[in-house]
């Protein structure tokens, strides 16, 4: 993995208000890990893939690298109204909270999305955006921000 800063596409970016409003429906379902297991089983709608495109500001090839999924194929189950499967489901739930996470501590979604492009010193220099296409990275980069938020940058 390069250690340096990734090149990306900037999307139009949302308003804090705007990227609390996609979040806020999703909210309920990551709360506790009780409903992140039962609506993760039970499948988003393919809505929320959409959702967390357009929060994230990740370009299509970024989201499709991370969720291993089309972005085409997400608009078809979207306009049929399909859900998703439980993995996909709960990786895209672990990651609102996590984008959750990240705008309390940068300010928004664009900022964190940066962030997520740089080199970061508690994750061995590694860029945490890379790391978020498993489980236990999208683990590490929540600690991470987490050590960020209490100043611990060392």
């Known amino acids: 993995m390069a250690n340096t800063s990734k090149l990306y596409k900037e999307k139009t970016t949302l ?15 990551y709360n506790d890990s009780i409903s992140l297991l039962m609506s993760s089983k039970s499948g988003l709608s393919a809505k929320a893939a959409l959702d967390f495109l357009s929060l994230s500001g990740f370009t299509r090839e970024e989201f499709q690298d991370t969720f291993k999924t089309n972005v085409k194929t997400i608009q078809n189950y979207a306009s049929n109204a399909s859900k998703l499967d439980p ?7 672990k990651s609102f909270s996590l984008f959750e996470k990240g705008i309390e501590i940068f300010g928004s979604a664009k900022t964190f999305h940066q962030w997520l492009n740089t080199p970061s010193y508690g994750l ?12 236990t990275g999208i683990s590490l980069i929540e600690e991470e921000l987490i050590r960020i938020a209490h100043g611990d940058l060392a």
């Open 124 to 135: 061995g220099h590694q860029i945490p955006f890379d790391l978020m296409d498993t489980f």
């Open 87 to 93: 993995s996909l489901s709960e990786k895209l739930l």
């Open 15 to 29: 308003s804090v208000v705007a990227e609390a409003a996609l979040i806020a429906p999703y909210q309920p379902l």
